[in-house]
């Protein structure tokens, strides 16, 4: 089946720098969603993009739908310390009807 | 808006035991998942309904696995016999399929425990 694969698996970074990760695929997806996800929470989202090339932002957070179609990115500008979780990208394949494949997480840790 | 609610958020049972986690969706919702998250794994969809009917169910790891959505507002995932390699967070997910829109809102999740 179609799979995702996000990187990088964790990053530790300082308070104020940005942080970029991604996902890639060998096929094509029609949306792309990016979640973060709490210690005993479930996941929320945080940004949906729809169609190739789409950039889009959520305050500090801006993610783009890759124009192959077959990638996209999360970037988080000037980090804090609420943002330590774990982020997931998640795809739509074609013709999947609603069932999403997700990546395996970016753990983010962020130091004071 | 209340979100997607999940009981029990904890349950510990002994190995063979019936299990039952119940899902209430986000009123409205027309589209519901159950997800199951293990270190190992990540994030496995086991199956989901639209418009209470089940789609797909191959995410499904066996017989001991059952789901329902008896109406729009209630779903249930029962595993018989539980066994302790079934142990992790089990998640439901609800969104409205509308036009493009495929968001999926999580609720908080069920922690199960098989000893």
């Known amino acids: 089946g179609q799979q995702l694969n996000q990187s990088p698996q964790s990053m530790f970074i300082q308070e104020g720098e940005d942080v970029s990760m991604n996902c890639t695929s060998s096929?094509?997806?029609?949306?792309w969603l990016w979640y973060k996800q709490d210690p005993g929470e479930g996941p929320v989202l945080l940004i949906a993009?729809?169609?190739?090339?789409e950039l889009t932002s959520n305050g500090r957070l801006t993610a783009q739908f890759g124009i192959t179609r077959k990638d996209s990115f999360l970037n988080i500008s000037a980090s804090i310390p609420s943002d330590v979780g774990i982020y997931f990208c998640?795809?739509?394949?074609?013709?999947?009807?609603?069932?999403?494949?997700f990546g395996q997480g970016t753990e983010l840790s962020v130091k004071p | 808006d209340a979100g997607v609610i999940q009981s029990p958020r904890h349950e510990v049972t002994e190995m063979g035991q019936e299990v039952t986690l119940r899902c209430k969706p986000i009123?409205?919702?027309?589209?519901l998942f159950w997800y199951r998250q293990t270190m190992m794994r990540g994030l496995e969809l086991l199956i989901y309904?639209?418009?209470?009917?089940?789609?797909?169910d191959s995410g499904m790891p066996e017989d001991r696995f059952s789901a329902k959505m008896p109406n729009a507002s209630f779903s249930t995932l029962k595993i018989q016999p539980s066994e302790p390699r079934d142990s992790a967070v089990y998640f439901c997910?609800?969104?409205?399929?509308?036009?493009?829109?495929?968001?999926?809102?999580f609720g908080p999740g069920t922690r199960l425990t098989v000893t």
């Open positions: 997910a609800s969104t409205l399929r509308a036009g493009n829109s495929y968001e999926q809102y």
């Open positions: 096929s094509i997806f029609n949306t």
């Open positions: 993009l729809y169609k190739a090339g």
């Open positions: 998640a795809g739509l394949p074609p013709q999947q009807g609603g069932k999403l494949i």
């Open positions: 009123s409205g919702h027309n589209s």
């Open positions: 309904f639209n418009n209470n009917v089940p789609i797909d």
